[in-house]
């Protein structure tokens, strides 16, 4: 038996260009979680060097600051996001479980009483 279900995928983009979907924003809430770059992919288990291409991939397009990172010192480097980019999460997610929902309606409507499919 298959369970057959609907799955969706959305992102933002800018100018035709990817901006933000699930793995940058999984990056951003990392660094929002961790507090730094480095602390993020490593929670991520993403190196380094593939995070900060993400994230300057994104700022080289974004209408606001991302980010705002206070240099190492005595007391260690941060990195935090900027307002506008909390904000931007929240949308985000609130849209995703939206547009989520929505598709879950449309499924039942398209294959109603519907729980497995054999050979599709």
């Not at 799955?7 to 961790?34: Q, T, V």
Request: net charge positive.
């Amino acid at each position: 038996m298959n369970l057959f279900q609907v799955r969706s995928k959305i992102w933002l983009e800018i100018d035709g260009k990817p901006f933000l979907g699930a793995g940058r924003y999984r990056i951003l809430s990392a660094i929002h979680n961790h507090g730094s770059i480095n602390a993020a992919s490593r929670a991520l288990g993403m190196s380094y060097r593939k995070v900060w291409a993400q994230l300057q991939a994104m700022e080289e397009t974004a209408p606001f600051p991302l980010l705002a990172k206070r240099t190492g010192g005595k007391d260690g480097g941060a990195t935090h996001l900027t307002p506008a980019t909390l904000e931007l999460l929240g949308k985000f997610e609130t849209m995703r479980t939206k547009v989520n929902s929505e598709a879950d309606r449309c499924f039942m409507s398209c294959f109603p009483n519907t729980e497995t499919i054999d050979n599709v």
